[in-house]
């Protein structure tokens, strides 16, 4: 159980356009969802923390006109990234909290490699 | 403010054998979580094991133990028996009351045979 699910799994944009990444908790139901950024060979880093029904909230740093997250239902959360620049280029996760350890257990998605040329 | 820390960038370990990959956390929470993920090169984000700050016990999880020291402020993960599939990044996090993850910077394990 407990499996997230996120797609593309890989895409390749042109600067200056839209790219959107599904996030989906496919068998329980998540109250929140986490989006992360990580570039190569560093950590993840926490971009914006969604609640179903209501606006994300985004970390110090994060643009939000940038990226832009909707938490339409509870299995289903997307990230946009807006007129992409090369230096969005990174490896996006998603994970998903719902779980039965206290609500503290998250759920990641396997990714989304994410290329602006 | 909450910190992860994990000082050793890499390792190699021997097939077989046991590994002790090192975290020290900061947090002025109560409540928090402590968590280990493994993380190969496709770049998924595996889960290993989870120890609560109200935990006595040490969690276990198979190969996977934690050396829960709550005063010294550490969480060390230990693989017993290690194998070549072990070979990944692991990635130490601790969460806060909100449920956010924050994670330490990672160590690069190498399993040689």
């Known amino acids: 159980g407990a499996v997230v699910s996120q797609h593309p799994s890989r895409v390749i944009c042109k600067s200056g356009t839209s790219v959107k990444i599904e996030c989906r908790s496919l068998?329980?139901?998540?109250?929140?969802m986490f989006w992360y950024r990580q570039f190569p060979k560093k950590s993840l880093m926490l971009m914006a923390t969604?609640?179903?029904?209501?606006?994300?909230?985004?970390e110090q740093g994060v643009e939000k006109d940038k990226f832009l997250i909707n938490h339409a239902s509870l299995t289903l959360s997307t990230l946009t990234v807006t007129s992409a620049h090369p230096e969005d280029s990174s490896f996006y996760i998603c994970?998903?909290?719902?779980?039965?350890?206290?609500?503290?257990?998250?759920?990641f998605g396997p990714g989304t490699r994410l290329t602006v040329t | 403010a909450q910190k992860i820390t994990q000082t050793q960038p890499g390792m190699f370990v021997q097939e077989k054998e046991a590994v002790t990959l090192d975290c020290t956390y900061d947090?002025?929470?109560?409540?928090?979580?402590l968590f280990w993920y493994k993380q190969p090169s496709s770049g998924e984000m595996i889960f290993l094991i989870y120890?609560?700050?109200?935990?006595?016990q040490n969690a276990t999880e198979g190969r996977y133990s934690l050396n829960f020291q709550k005063a010294r402020k550490s969480a060390n993960l230990v693989i017993s028996a290690s194998q070549l599939g072990d070979s990944a990044m692991y990635f130490c996090?601790?969460?806060?009351?909100?449920?956010?993850?924050?994670f330490g910077a990672g160590t690069q394990v190498v399993v040689t045979p």
């Open positions: 994970s998903a909290s719902g779980g039965v350890r206290g609500g503290y257990e998250q759920y």
């Open positions: 068998d329980f139901q998540a109250t929140t």
């Open positions: 969604s609640n179903e029904g209501s606006k994300a909230t985004y």
């Open positions: 947090t002025s929470d109560q409540s928090y979580g």
């Open positions: 120890q609560g700050s109200y935990d006595e």
């Open positions: 996090a601790m969460s806060d009351s909100w449920g956010k993850l924050q």
